[in-house]
């Protein structure tokens, strides 16, 4: 088991930046990835998570969705346990719930982007971006 517990969300006016954190703790070999994903509203789902990015353990590989690149940028502190991600110019649409998520993904493709790849999954951090 893997868990996973977010933080470092809020509030900021579009343009602003935010770093989320997610700290790991439990059976780290379980799992080739952190990932992070968002929703608009509602509880996560499958259908309707958007992936933001990953990040492979084994490389430290970096993908990101077209809408985040070049904005976004994902990391892992291997002391510290914990994979953060870097938001720099915000925009409103970027609000949502984002969540920190693990399991075994294939390198291949757009694996990575469905949230029905992924085992475990934190509880999620509130991100709000005004105009």
């Known amino acids: 088991q893997v868990q996973l517990v977010e933080s470092g969300g809020g509030s900021v006016q579009a343009g602003g930046s935010l770093r989320l954190s997610c700290e790991i703790s439990?059976?780290?070999?379980?799992?080739?990835?952190y990932a992070w994903f968002r929703q608009a509203s509602g509880k996560v789902s499958g259908k309707a998570a958007e992936g933001v990015a990953i990040i492979y353990k084994n490389g430290g590989t970096t993908l990101y969705a077209d809408s985040v690149k070049g904005r976004f940028t994902i990391s892992q502190d291997g002391a510290k346990n914990t994979v953060d991600l870097q938001m720099n110019a915000l925009k409103p649409e970027d609000s949502g719930t984002y969540y920190c998520?693990?399991?075994?993904?294939?390198?291949?493709?757009?694996?990575?982007?469905?949230?029905?790849?992924?085992?475990?999954w934190g509880k999620g951090t509130q991100v709000t971006v005004s105009s």
């Open positions: 439990g059976d780290t070999s379980d799992g080739n990835c």
């Open positions: 998520t693990s399991g075994w993904v294939n390198r291949n493709g757009r694996a990575w982007s469905s949230a029905y790849e992924y085992t475990y």
